[in-house]
């Protein structure tokens, strides 16, 4: 059986040049805090990585914080700069966002969605108007859908309401071009190209941040712990061979299997297809047809996708994202498609292919 890996959003193939970073730093051995030679050549490749992601993202150096993924680098900004403010968190956020709300300040509120999955403007501001400083957070693109959020309208609200403004860029980074307008940006390693293990936040310089794990004093105080220094090199590696032209190329495959389904199935709907999305993400709700069996049925053909969030230890539920949408049952009649970065050009055609017969297959039998 031939398998055809379409889960990229849940982690993308290693990149070849994150594979020689992370060998070369494994090599090298030493821990960054170490003030011997070993020490001091680690803490040389740290500071590199640093620049380098620094550089790629409009950040500073001294404005990278390296956690440990991008749970972690959410986390840290949720609950850092959510001390002391009202949370707004966007109704389809990642549930490592929806997860580090604080709970001291009263629960955090929703900023709901337009049925094509993009943040309610209107409704942003009025939450905005209503009372103190607040702390969005808002997604640059959706894991599921791929829809993307306008940030730097998102930005210009916030800036003109004295909020601070936290945006998850796991899917988005290296994908599309990004905008540097948030306070703070969280990253991760292995939706980079890189491997799993590593993540980062990107901070609006002058911001203070209050660590979540205290230690001993690495990232300037503000993450204690021995930096993962190959999962880190393997990232900055990633991200520098990570560019959104280069990922252009995904939005032709990912269009030529969005008309091969409209000739198909009339009744399979695409959503967020209205809206700017990724170039390499699907989601194809099929009303009638549970996500949980359409993505076994292509599993046994080969075919990896997923549906909803991968994130969810395995557990497959009525998606969350498609429901804030307007879904309604349908919410859990939805797969995931996102291709990787080294998709093959054939990737559509044995796709549709294998989509169509699963149809064929399950559609007879809910009838
Ligand atoms: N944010 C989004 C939008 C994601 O899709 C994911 C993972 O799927 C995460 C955060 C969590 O990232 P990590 O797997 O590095 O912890």
Known sequence: MN????????????????????????EAGGNPSSVHGAGRAA?????????????????????????GGGTEANALAVRGLGQGRRVLLGATEHAAVLAAAPRDTGGAETIPVRPDGTAD????????????PA?????AANNETGVLHPIPEVAALCARHGALLHVDAVQAA????MDRAADSLALSGHKLGGPPGAGALLLRPGLHLPALIAGGGQERGRRGGTEPLP???GMAAAATAAVPEAAGRLAVLRDRIAA?????APEAVIAGEAAPRLPNTLSIVLPGVPAETQVIAL??????????????????????????????EAAGCGIRVSLPWNAAEDAPERFLEAWAAMRARLSRRAA
């Open 121 to 132: 403007l209107a409704a942003l501001e009025a939450l905005l108007a209503s009372g103190g």
């Open 260 to 264: 091969g389904l409209r000739a198909l």
């Open 174 to 177: 290296g994908r599309v071009a």
């Open 3 to 26: 398998e055809l890996y379409l889960d990229a959003n849940a982690t993308e193939p290693l990149r070849p040049e994150a594979r020689a970073a992370v060998l070369a730093a494994l």
């Open 299 to 328: 599993d046994l053909m080969g075919l990896r996708v997923s549906a909803g969030a991968a994130c969810s230890s395995g557990k497959v539920a009525r998606s969350h994202v498609l429901a804030a949408m307007g879904f309604g």
């Open 231 to 233: 999962a880190i090199a």
């Open 135 to 139: 702390l969005v957070c808002l997604m």
């Open 43 to 67: 803490r040389r490749l740290l500071e590199g990585a640093r620049e380098d992601l620094a550089a790629r993202f409009g950040a500073r150096p001294q404005d990278v914080i390296f956690t």
